[in-house]
């Protein structure tokens, strides 16, 4: 996006994507004007760098605390409208027309900010120097004043000298008494009643005096400054309040810009990486031919990322995926989940095709993270997080599960990750994609629940592990953790044990010699039994010593 109004709706469109199909296919619509239409785009974008952020600057304006260099940036974003509006009118499409028609004429907004605010405002909006000149006359009378009082004073004084035939009149000033005409005492039977001379001062060799018309210029030059100021603050005021009116026109505009700027950077994105239009179906249908991650993508540089396919109909929803770690299954689940979510809200998706189902919700439970500080386990936050997926999901729901039942003992790991999946594939019947490294569990797909085997592919290279990022039909038979192991480089001597480790189990069931090691230790706890047996003589023992012995052999026995 290219103005943070744009950016923000952006992200309310990914925090709450589209359910109905009929709201997602109009964002579609103008989605696919923007990608067809690229000089139209390119001319709306550069307009869009010119915006600043009137969603903001309304707000600021709607709570009183916006400065003078607010409302210049509102001045030069409104200013730019009209060409915005003419490029949307120049797709020529009924639902750029509808966005065009809504960016009404704020002409009158940018004129009134103009006419009274200086093109390089200040921050602070009551020390003056903000409104320009010639907006009000009282505001330049005081600036001429400030700025032409000296002037004033000898043009005054000369006035005086011809009107009274006192030439050597002057015009004074001091801290104590203001500004004075001065007379000497020679001069005085010159000074007439009509001249409104009041006294002010005796000095030894000459009378000061004051009229009305210099008493009230000395209240001016004095207080100018001051007066500017707060004259300057009171029109500003004025001018945000006549603003403060109509900020719902502005906030109503910045809403379509905030459209405009999705729209583009959406179209944007489809046009340079290849994305396409998706399509929806009312079946449980999700079909998506070479699809990718949008993200890893762009990390990796275009044509490095190996798409997959998705293919899940009403018969096999839940997909059990297994394989190598590193192999590309939790990536495989996570571009799903971008697909559906970049689909919903209204943007084509990095596939070739995609035809989906529209989802109420996601549920995701992908990699481990311990909730120390309220004591909480990897398992135990697994377990939770499982546990609002299967209370919440719906028929219409996507669940992506990624190795539960990892965090805890093997078997019961697989016990809890074997239940999980007959539930929801048995309770729930959402489309699930669970990743999984107990290869036991591939049995299921026999079991007609509706489960379908996936494997990322991977083969061995002269002892290499090669990852082939594919995945593929069936179940994968083994994971390939030594080799992973090796990659990492852990010691020679490490990996070679492991993988004599591995073939002793592979050989044995772990299962079955567990219960022989059972067995075992059963045995030698009745030999104790009957070592002691053997040393008695029941014959030998009378009642009470065979009472005796009885409670011996229960004891051994606990």
Same mark, same amino acid.
């Given at each position: 996006?290219?103005?943070?109004?744009?950016?923000?709706?952006?992200?309310?469109?990914?925090?709450?994507?589209?359910?109905?199909?009929?709201?997602?296919?109009?964002?579609?619509?103008?989605?696919?004007?923007?990608?067809?239409?690229?000089?139209?785009?390119?001319?709306?974008?550069?307009?869009?760098?010119?915006?600043?952020?009137?969603?903001?600057?309304?707000?600021?304006?709607?709570?009183?605390?916006? =400065?003078?260099?607010?409302?210049?940036?509102?001045?030069?974003?409104? *200013? /730019?409208?009209?060409?915005l509006?003419?490029?949307? $009118?120049?797709?020529?499409?009924?639902?750029?027309?509808?966005?065009?028609?809504? @960016?009404?004429?704020?002409?009158?907004?940018?004129?009134?900010?103009?006419?009274?605010?200086?093109?390089?405002?200040?921050?602070?909006?009551?020390?003056?120097?903000?409104?320009? +000149?010639?907006?009000?006359?009282?505001?330049?009378?005081?600036?001429?004043?400030r700025?032409?009082?000296?002037?004033?004073?000898?043009?005054?004084?000369?006035?005086?000298?011809?009107?009274?035939?006192?030439?050597?009149?002057?015009?004074?000033? =001091?801290?104590?008494?203001?500004?004075?005409?001065?007379?000497? *005492?020679?001069?005085?039977?010159?000074?007439?009643?009509?001249?409104?001379?009041?006294?002010?001062?005796s000095?030894?060799?000459?009378?000061?005096f004051?009229?009305?018309?210099?008493?009230?210029?000395?209240?001016? #030059?004095?207080?100018?400054?001051?007066?500017?100021?707060?004259?300057?603050?009171?029109?500003?005021?004025?001018?945000? =309040?006549?603003?403060? *009116?109509?900020?719902?026109?502005?906030?109503?505009?910045?809403?379509?810009?905030?459209?405009?700027?999705?729209?583009?950077?959406?179209?944007?994105?489809?046009?340079?990486?290849?994305?396409v239009?998706?399509?929806?179906?009312?079946?449980?249908?999700?079909? #998506?031919?070479?699809?990718?991650h949008?993200?890893?993508?762009? /990390?990796?540089?275009?044509?490095?990322?190996?798409?997959?396919?998705?293919?899940?109909?009403?018969?096999?929803?839940?997909?059990?995926?297994?394989?190598?770690?590193?192999?590309?299954?939790?990536?495989?689940?996570?571009? /799903?989940?971008?697909?559906?979510?970049?689909?919903?809200?209204?943007?084509?998706?990095?596939?070739?095709y995609?035809?989906?189902?529209?989802?109420?919700?996601?549920?995701?439970?992908?990699?481990?993270?311990?909730?120390?500080?309220?004591?909480?386990?990897?398992?135990?936050?697994?377990?939770?997080?499982?546990?609002?997926?299967?209370?919440?999901?719906s028929?219409?729901?996507? @669940?992506?599960?990624?190795?539960?039942?990892?965090?805890?003992?093997?078997?019961?790991?697989?016990?809890?990750?074997?239940?999980?999946?007959?539930?929801?594939?048995?309770?729930?019947?959402?489309?699930t994609?669970?990743?999984?490294?107990?290869?036991?569990?591939?049995?299921?797909? +026999?079991?007609g629940?509706?489960?379908?085997?996936?494997?990322a592919?991977?083969?061995?290279?002269?002892?290499?592990?090669?990852?082939?990022?594919?995945?593929?039909?069936?179940?994968?038979?083994?994971? $390939?953790?030594v080799?992973?192991?090796?990659?990492? *480089?852990?010691?020679?001597?490490?990996?070679?044990?492991?993988?004599?480790?591995?073939?002793?189990?592979?050989?044995?069931?772990?299962?079955?010699?567990?219960?022989?090691?059972?067995?075992?230790?059963?045995?030698?706890?009745?030999?104790?039994?009957?070592?002691?047996?053997?040393?008695?003589?029941?014959?030998?023992?009378?009642?009470?010593?065979?009472?005796?012995?009885?409670i011996?052999?229960?004891?051994?026995?606990?």
């Open positions: 996006t290219k103005s943070a109004m744009g950016a923000r709706l952006l992200k309310n469109y990914i925090d709450r994507p589209l359910l109905k199909k009929e709201a997602i296919e109009e964002r579609l619509d103008i989605v696919e004007i923007f990608t067809q239409q690229f000089i139209q785009r390119e001319s709306i974008k550069e307009i869009l760098k010119e915006i600043y952020d009137l969603e903001r600057l309304s707000s600021r304006i709607a709570f009183g605390n916006i =400065n003078a260099r607010d409302l210049k940036w509102i001045s030069s974003s409104l *200013k /730019v409208l009209p060409e509006k003419q490029q949307l $009118y120049s797709f020529n499409e009924p639902l750029t027309d509808q966005l065009a028609n809504q @960016i009404i004429d704020l002409s009158h907004i940018t004129k009134l900010i103009d006419d009274a605010i200086i093109d390089n405002p200040p921050l602070t909006i009551k020390e003056g120097n903000i409104i320009k +000149d010639h907006f009000n006359e009282e505001l330049d009378e005081l600036r001429y004043l700025d032409h009082g000296k002037q004033w004073l000898v043009d005054f004084e000369q006035k005086e000298r011809e009107k009274t035939g006192i030439k050597n009149l002057k015009v004074g000033y =001091n801290r104590v008494f203001g500004y004075y005409i001065e007379v000497t *005492k020679g001069s005085l039977d010159l000074v007439k009643d009509e001249f409104e001379y009041t006294r002010k001062q000095l030894s060799n000459a009378e000061r004051i009229t009305p018309e210099l008493k009230d210029m000395e209240s001016k #030059i004095l207080s100018a400054q001051d007066k500017i100021q707060k004259l300057e603050y009171v029109l500003f005021t004025q001018v945000r =309040n006549e603003i403060k *009116k109509e900020v719902h026109l502005i906030q109503d505009v910045s809403k379509i810009i905030a459209r405009v700027d999705v729209y583009q950077s959406l179209a944007m994105l489809a046009s340079e990486n290849s994305y239009r998706p399509v929806f179906n009312d079946q449980k249908i999700m079909d #998506i031919k070479e699809g990718r949008g993200v890893i993508e762009k /990390v990796m540089g275009h044509g490095k990322y190996v798409p997959n396919d998705v293919s899940i109909d009403e018969n096999s929803p839940v997909v059990l995926i297994t394989g190598p770690n590193m192999g590309g299954k939790s990536t495989y689940m996570r571009q /799903v989940a971008l697909i559906v979510i970049m689909a919903q809200i209204g943007s084509f998706v990095p596939a070739k995609a035809n989906l189902t529209i989802f109420d919700q996601i549920f995701t439970r992908i990699g481990a993270s311990d909730d120390l500080i309220s004591g909480q386990s990897t398992f135990m936050v697994e377990m939770l997080e499982a546990n609002n997926a299967l209370r919440f999901a028929e219409k729901s996507l @669940i992506l599960f990624d190795e539960i039942g990892r965090g805890t003992a093997t078997f019961d790991g697989m016990a809890i990750a074997q239940a999980m999946i007959e539930y929801i594939a048995s309770e729930i019947h959402c489309m994609l669970f990743s999984t490294h107990y290869h036991e569990l591939t049995f299921l797909e +026999d079991k629940l509706g489960i379908q085997n996936v494997h592919s991977a083969r061995v290279d002269n002892d290499h592990l090669v990852f082939e990022y594919l995945i593929k039909k069936g179940r994968s038979n083994k994971s $390939y953790g080799n992973v192991a090796k990659l990492a *480089k852990l010691p020679d001597e490490v990996i070679n044990r492991a993988n004599l480790v591995l073939e002793t189990l592979e050989e044995n069931n772990v299962e079955d010699r567990l219960i022989e090691e059972k067995q075992v230790q059963v045995i030698e706890k009745e030999s104790e039994v009957e070592k002691y047996l053997k040393t008695i003589d029941p014959m030998a023992l009378s009642p009470l010593d065979a009472l005796s012995t009885l011996e052999l229960k004891k051994l026995v606990k």
